[in-house]
């Protein structure tokens, strides 16, 4: 059953330092989706995509945070500079398109900021 | 934007009974309502979803019930099994459009051998 794939899984870092993230979507979903999961709480999005194009990103902290999805594939989620608070969980999902809501979600990055 | 709200933070009980998950949502646009379980460091995985034209449906030991009057959903596990035990988040959507999901804080469900 293919899966959504994530990496790094765990990823340390200082504050102020650039972390990337990557995200490689079902074959064939449309929409990918960035969300961030804090300890003890439920996910939240960050940035929705259609194929390339970012369909929401009012979440997203722009001073901060980027995302890009290039070929409308794969996806990477940036952060520069990481602070102490984004330490969290970064889970990508995606769905297959309009009529299909099922939404499958990655393992995750867990991020750690120090 | 939707605000869900699920309860109870936490629940323990003794293999075999039930256990009831509930959640409201304020958005009366929302008519998808998915339910996703999450075992400790896994990603989370559907376990049920039903939209809004429909008030009840089951799958196996799991089913989900919806009032949307009420604007709430429930998650209700009978014969529960320590495998059950996980965090368990509700969310809520438009199934077009974004269709962003909104979810719950989840419920750590404990099923006691």
């Known amino acids: 059953e293919a899966e959504v794939a994530q990496s790094p899984r765990y990823k340390i870092t200082e504050k102020s330092q650039a972390v990337a993230f990557w995200c490689d979507p079902i074959s064939g979903h449309a929409t990918l989706y960035w969300y961030r999961q804090i300890l003890g709480q439920g996910p939240e999005l960050l940035v929705q995509?259609?194929?390339?194009?970012?369909?929401?990103d009012s979440q997203l902290p722009k001073d901060r945070f980027s995302a890009e999805r290039l070929k409308g594939v794969d996806s990477t989620l940036k952060i520069q500079p990481a602070e102490l608070g984004d330490s969290a969980m970064y889970l990508c999902?995606?769905?297959?398109?309009?009529?299909?809501?099922?939404?499958?979600f990655g393992p995750g990055t867990r991020l750690l900021v120090l | 934007g939707e605000n869900v709200e699920q309860h109870p933070s936490t629940l323990s009980v003794q293999e075999g009974d039930s256990a009831v998950i509930k959640c409201t949502y304020s958005d009366s646009a929302s008519n998808y309502f998915p339910w996703y379980k999450q075992e400790l460091g896994k990603r989370p995985q559907l376990i049920i979803d039903?939209?809004?034209?429909?008030g009840e449906k089951k799958d196996q030991r799991i089913a989900v019930t919806l009032n949307k009057t009420a604007k709430h959903f429930s998650l209700h596990i009978t014969e529960t099994q320590p495998e059950d035990s996980a965090v368990y988040f509700c969310?809520?959507?438009?199934?077009?459009?974004?269709?962003?999901?909104?979810f719950g804080t989840g419920t750590r469900l404990t099923v006691i051998p």
């Open positions: 039903i939209r809004s034209n429909v």
């Open positions: 995509f259609q194929d390339e194009s970012v369909v929401d």
């Open positions: 999902a995606s769905r297959f398109g309009q009529v299909r809501e099922t939404q499958y």
């Open positions: 969310a809520a959507s438009m199934r077009t459009g974004a269709n962003n999901l909104f």
